[in-house]
């Protein structure tokens, strides 16, 4: 019986329209043996633990729902690490190295220049360095909409990759012709979203206007929504159906409609939740078709990379700008000559971060060309999100570096400032001065749910050659934290929210850890690699 459900599977699959473009397109298929293990790796950008509960609860991840009440899958807490944000997660889960990053933005300290991790020279330098040495997760698979490709064979809409001639190629005429013979419900799928979301984007951007936000960032809000939330997303459901009937040992690709909501309207906004039904439903595409696969057996690991945290901007509570204000504490100081009434323009993101969050086209435009060098003689600074920098090109005592972070604190209204004093990392908050670990709760909170790995991770943060010499924090134990950015929803930074995502794992993986972060879950597909080519990672 289940020899003949076999070669019924078989011929099903056969004869399935994705496997009919794969032999038009001749797409090789790239199965190693029969029946060869493979994996999938979902990732949900930004959807925290506590807002899948809540998508779930609402009825908005149906399918993920129910996964978890099958028994097939248990979820687990995946801690983030810090930053807490895509390129800090991917660098560790794809070449195993932690803090690969001090931010999603930093000063570069070795060309001068500051760098954005929306910018492809930037993530194609920061590539190039942590794959040195380190087994890359996905080679010989296939990545979509990832930051990194992560040595994958075949990538498309991962910002490591992208140029001018990967778009023109992505552009063939003749796959465009066969993929309107052979999937045309599925455009016109596409094309009813759109129009559905077109309908929600205007709609919200009138409402944003009338309660007096930016006519120009929700103008361009509504053309990122439309193309992240529903034309990206189809684009990289089509193609992963297709990797699962070539047979790709692995495959990885990110969903990134909620994480792009979550920041304009809030990680609890209906918007952002709004999104999660059709990232539930390519989920279930997804698992429906790898479970029909007569090339493989996959495994499906679902997963976020971070969560959001709701917080307020450092523009609306102060009435400026947070480099601004540095600029002002910097300015007040004595010590350091030359620096006092020092006007520099302010070279603020803000804007820029919204209209590039997506991660993928935005480094065409002219912040990407990369080649303005940084020309500050005294300070530079970086606030993107709520973990920023402030870099003191001129030598300066530990002691000046003190009571300047001390005064970030008292007259700038920085919730937490970090720098190194003595060999140590010390902590200045509202409630006084503190050593990093020997105060953890003082700087977290008492409940935060990673203190011990959040303040090693923050001390990787201090230790890495990009840092600052003095880190701004938005976080804030009692009170709604901050970010430096316009944005209601922000990661990057060391909240309990933001570094609480999740991990789906299938029920066959027993693991009795209480969490998991991005190094573990490589381990573990690590270890489902090693049954298809029997090699394991030293």
């Known amino acids: 019986m289940d020899r003949i459900k076999k070669r019924l599977s078989e011929m099903v699959s056969y004869f399935s329209k994705n496997s009919w473009f794969v032999r038009l397109m001749n797409l090789r298929e790239v199965v190693e043996r029969p029946e060869g293990d493979g994996v999938i790796m979902i990732q949900i950008d930004g959807l925290s633990y506590r807002q899948l509960e809540k998508a779930m609860a609402n009825g908005r991840t149906p399918f993920v729902q129910k996964l978890i009440k099958s ?12 930053p807490s944000s895509t390129p800090a997660v991917m660098g560790e889960l794809f070449y195993g190295v932690k803090t690969c990053v001090p931010a999603f933005e930093f000063f570069d300290r070795e060309d001068g220049k500051r760098k954005a991790m929306f910018q492809p020279a930037a993530v194609r330098k920061v590539a190039r360095r942590i794959e040195k040495g380190n087994t890359p997760l996905l080679k010989g698979g296939s990545a979509y909409s990832t930051l990194f490709s992560g040595g994958a064979r075949v990538s498309y809409y991962c910002t490591d990759g992208l140029t001018i001639e990967s778009m023109i190629k992505a552009l063939n005429p003749f796959k465009i012709l066969l993929l309107l013979i052979f999937h045309i419900d599925k455009i016109i799928r596409v094309a009813a979203y759109s129009i559905v979301e077109s309908v929600l984007a205007v709609t919200d951007f009138f409402r944003g206007i ?20 529903i034309v990206l997303r189809e684009l990289v459901r089509f193609r992963v159906k297709m990797d699962i009937a070539r047979g790709m040992p692995i495959i990885s690709f990110n969903l990134l409609g909620y994480d792009e909501q979550a920041h304009r309207r809030g990680p609890n906004s209906r918007f952002a939740h709004w999104t999660l039904k059709g990232v539930d439903d390519v989920v279930k595409d997804v698992f429906r078709t790898a479970d029909r696969s007569c090339n493989r057996n996959y495994t499906i690991f679902l997963f ?31 010590t350091v000559s030359g620096a006092a009434g020092r006007k520099e323009p302010d070279r603020s993101s803000d804007y820029l971060y919204y209209r590039s969050k997506n991660k993928l086209f935005s ?49 700038a209204g920085f919730p937490l400032v970090i ?24 700087i977290l909170g008492k409940d ?25 924090s938005g976080w804030d134990p009692v009170r709604t934290p901050l970010t430096f950015s316009i944005e209601n929803g922000a990661h990057g930074g060391i909240g309990k929210e933001e570094t609480r995502a999740f991990v789906l794992l299938p029920d066959e993986i027993k693991d009795r850890r209480s969490h998991l972060r991005p190094i573990d879950l490589r381990e573990i597909v690590l270890q489902y690699l090693s049954r298809q080519d029997g090699t394991t990672e030293k």
């Open 419 to 442: 720098f190194k004093k003595d060999g140590r990392i010390t902590a200045i908050n509202a409630s006084g001065r503190w050593d990093l670990f020997d105060d953890k709760d003082r």
């Open 363 to 411: 480094g065409f435009n002219s912040h990407d060309k990369d080649t303005s060098r940084v020309s500050p003689e005294h300070i530079e600074i970086t606030t993107m999100g709520p973990l920023g920098h402030v870099y003191i090109l001129e030598a300066c005592s530990e002691e000046y570096r003190s009571v300047f972070a001390e005064n970030l604190v008292k007259k």
């Open 304 to 334: 976020s990379d971070h969560g959001q945290e709701a917080v307020a901007s450092y523009f609306d509570r102060f009435n400026g700008s947070p480099k601004d204000a540095v600029k002002r504490v910097f300015a007040d100081s004595e």
């Open 210 to 229: 009338f309660t007096g936000r930016n006519f120009r960032k929700e103008a361009v809000f509504i053309m990122s929504r439309i193309f992240i939330c």
């Open 448 to 472: 935060h749910p990673f203190g011990d790995q959040v303040v090693e991770d923050l001390s990787n943060v201090c230790e890495h050659p990009n840092a600052g010499d003095v880190i701004v």
């Open 71 to 82: 028994g097939k899958y248990s979820g687990k807490l995946f801690y983030s690490g810090i």
